[in-house]
């Protein structure tokens, strides 16, 4: 166990700590620590690259979302990082879960979730995905295709019973970059509003009696820091029910809006404000609903990378600084295996020099990472010290979702460590890969 005290502030006020873990303290030395934890000290103990994961703010992010949707079912998108710990975690706090693969809930259960607060997602899903979720006695499986209806009634059988909802496109363009808007027809999920196709599906999910429909589901986009699109969806949503009501008569409980609540990466970068995103979505959905004669549904909310995101911190050594002409590349010990965002979406980071004072300059740089690619950038542009050195720290807040759950294992570098930091001790989540992984899995020689 490491035990750290947190010393007093000693650096410059205009020194932004604002998107980094609320227990985020100073040390001397320019060192920090999180959730009490020396982060130099994490790197020491239990190398680099390293992702830490602040327990308290996961806690705190929880207990945010359920303040501010008390009547609403929250779940957690497990895909923005998933543990046996943090599946723990996540059902101590009262949230439910949402999955999209067999793999995501089998964990999820076998660490101890109870499988009726859990929703299957997927624009493909296996049969093995389908059969395991009967299996496991899934609380929901979101339709996402015409195929799968039929698919999944068989599967469940004459005498079984299903919760499912089914994935509507609602035709509200919105999210953080290209690869993340999900709410128009021109990708790969769901089914669309405007051309009948969520209708139609509907209307075959009610004629299956082992499928029970208990609403609607849609997600519209990720890392949104804007209310409006959420308002629009809500609305469409609405409607669409009402014609469920007026042409089958059916009225649809339940109402998921999926997640997508945008974070700051970087100090100064907007966040979704979510008690306004409460606030207005109720209001916008109780209006909807009063114009409708409907009853209100119960609404649920999907967050994943609000919840993570900001509680983790990724750790790593630098191994190289090269100056070329006009740049400065900082490469360090991880990379794209590690964090693939900034190649896929151009994602922006703020990593920072830990455990060491410098007095030298602040200097444009770019953070590469250790991988075969020149896209392998962590961070372009950046302001490190200027007299960064082999050997430095560099640690990198915002780290926590999106990053090891999509990590790779390109040039067998190994997947990193997950420590858990809470109250001044860490804690081993997930040990670092090794090549022994490796050679396990590689049985054809
Ligand atoms: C990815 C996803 C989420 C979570 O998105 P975040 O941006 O992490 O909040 C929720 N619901 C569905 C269906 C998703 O695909």
């Given at each position: 166990m490491t035990t750290t005290l947190a010393q007093p502030p000693v650096f410059a006020a205009d020194d932004d700590l604002s998107v980094w873990p609320g227990s985020t303290t100073r040390l001397p030395h320019e060192g920090l620590a999180v959730g009490g934890v020396d982060l130099a000290e994490i790197a020491g103990r239990f190398g680099t690259p390293a992702y830490v994961l602040d327990r308290g703010e996961v806690r705190e992010r929880c207990r945010a979302y359920r303040a501010a949707f008390p009547d609403a079912d929250i779940l957690y998108a497990a895909k923005a990082f998933l543990s046996r710990a943090m599946v723990r975690w996540i059902a101590s706090e009262g949230l439910g879960l949402d999955v999209c693969s067999a793999g995501e809930l089998e964990l999820a259960v076998t660490a101890g979730f109870p499988a009726s607060r859990i929703v299957m997602h997927g624009n493909a899903k296996s049969p093995h995905d389908l059969e395991t979720a009967l299996r496991l006695g899934v609380g929901r499986i979101v339709i996402d295709s015409p195929s799968e209806i039929a698919q999944l009634a068989a599967a469940v059988g004459h005498r079984g019973s299903q919760g499912v909802m089914v994935r509507v496109v609602p035709g509200v363009s919105a999210g953080g970059h290209s690869k993340i808007r999900?709410?128009?027809?021109?990708?790969?999920?769901g089914l669309s509003l405007t051309d009948g196709q969520a209708h139609h599906a509907i209307s075959r999910v009610l004629g299956?009696?082992?499928?029970?429909?208990?609403g609607l589901h849609c997600h519209i986009g990720s890392q949104l820091t804007d209310v409006r699109p959420y308002l629009v969806a809500v609305r469409r949503m609405v409607g669409l029910m009402a014609r469920v009501r007026d042409t089958q008569g059916v009225v649809l409980p339940e109402l998921d809006m999926g997640g997508g609540h945008g974070i700051a990466y970087r100090p100064g970068e907007s966040t979704l404000d979510i008690i306004a995103l409460s606030r207005r979505l109720r209001a916008e959905l109780a209006e909807a609903c009063a114009a409708a004669r409907l009853p209100v549904p119960r609404l649920i909310i999907e967050p994943g990378r609000a919840v993570v995101g900001p509680a983790g911190v990724a750790l790593y050594r630098v191994l190289s600084v090269k100056r070329t002409g006009e740049r400065t590349f900082v490469a360090v010990d991880g990379g794209m295996s590690d964090n693939p965002r900034p190649a896929l979406y151009g994602v922006r980071y703020a990593p920072r020099l830990i455990g060491r004072h410098s007095t030298a300059g602040t200097r444009t740089a770019t953070v590469v990472g250790r991988h075969c690619e020149a896209g392998d950038i962590l961070a372009a542009d950046v302001g490190l010290p200027g007299d960064i050195r082999p050997g430095d720290l560099l640690a990198v807040p915002v780290a926590g979702a999106y990053q090891l759950s999509m990590a790779s294992g390109y040039n067998l570098v190994g997947r990193p460590p997950v420590v858990a930091v809470d109250d001044g001790r860490a804690r081993l989540l997930v040990r670092r890969e090794t090549l022994d992984d490796y050679r396990a899995r590689d049985v054809g020689l």
């Amino acid at each position: 166990m490491t035990t750290t005290l947190a010393q007093p502030p000693v650096f410059a006020a205009d020194d932004d700590l604002s998107v980094w873990p609320g227990s985020t303290t100073r040390l001397p030395h320019e060192g920090l620590a999180v959730g009490g934890v020396d982060l130099a000290e994490i790197a020491g103990r239990f190398g680099t690259p390293a992702y830490v994961l602040d327990r308290g703010e996961v806690r705190e992010r929880c207990r945010a979302y359920r303040a501010a949707f008390p009547d609403a079912d929250i779940l957690y998108a497990a895909k923005a990082f998933l543990s046996r710990a943090m599946v723990r975690w996540i059902a101590s706090e009262g949230l439910g879960l949402d999955v999209c693969s067999a793999g995501e809930l089998e964990l999820a259960v076998t660490a101890g979730f109870p499988a009726s607060r859990i929703v299957m997602h997927g624009n493909a899903k296996s049969p093995h995905d389908l059969e395991t979720a009967l299996r496991l006695g899934v609380g929901r499986i979101v339709i996402d295709s015409p195929s799968e209806i039929a698919q999944l009634a068989a599967a469940v059988g004459h005498r079984g019973s299903q919760g499912v909802m089914v994935r509507v496109v609602p035709g509200v363009s919105a999210g953080g970059h290209s690869k993340i808007r999900t709410g128009t027809e021109d990708q790969k999920f769901g089914l669309s509003l405007t051309d009948g196709q969520a209708h139609h599906a509907i209307s075959r999910v009610l004629g299956q009696p082992q499928l029970r429909l208990t609403g609607l589901h849609c997600h519209i986009g990720s890392q949104l820091t804007d209310v409006r699109p959420y308002l629009v969806a809500v609305r469409r949503m609405v409607g669409l029910m009402a014609r469920v009501r007026d042409t089958q008569g059916v009225v649809l409980p339940e109402l998921d809006m999926g997640g997508g609540h945008g974070i700051a990466y970087r100090p100064g970068e907007s966040t979704l404000d979510i008690i306004a995103l409460s606030r207005r979505l109720r209001a916008e959905l109780a209006e909807a609903c009063a114009a409708a004669r409907l009853p209100v549904p119960r609404l649920i909310i999907e967050p994943g990378r609000a919840v993570v995101g900001p509680a983790g911190v990724a750790l790593y050594r630098v191994l190289s600084v090269k100056r070329t002409g006009e740049r400065t590349f900082v490469a360090v010990d991880g990379g794209m295996s590690d964090n693939p965002r900034p190649a896929l979406y151009g994602v922006r980071y703020a990593p920072r020099l830990i455990g060491r004072h410098s007095t030298a300059g602040t200097r444009t740089a770019t953070v590469v990472g250790r991988h075969c690619e020149a896209g392998d950038i962590l961070a372009a542009d950046v302001g490190l010290p200027g007299d960064i050195r082999p050997g430095d720290l560099l640690a990198v807040p915002v780290a926590g979702a999106y990053q090891l759950s999509m990590a790779s294992g390109y040039n067998l570098v190994g997947r990193p460590p997950v420590v858990a930091v809470d109250d001044g001790r860490a804690r081993l989540l997930v040990r670092r890969e090794t090549l022994d992984d490796y050679r396990a899995r590689d049985v054809g020689l």
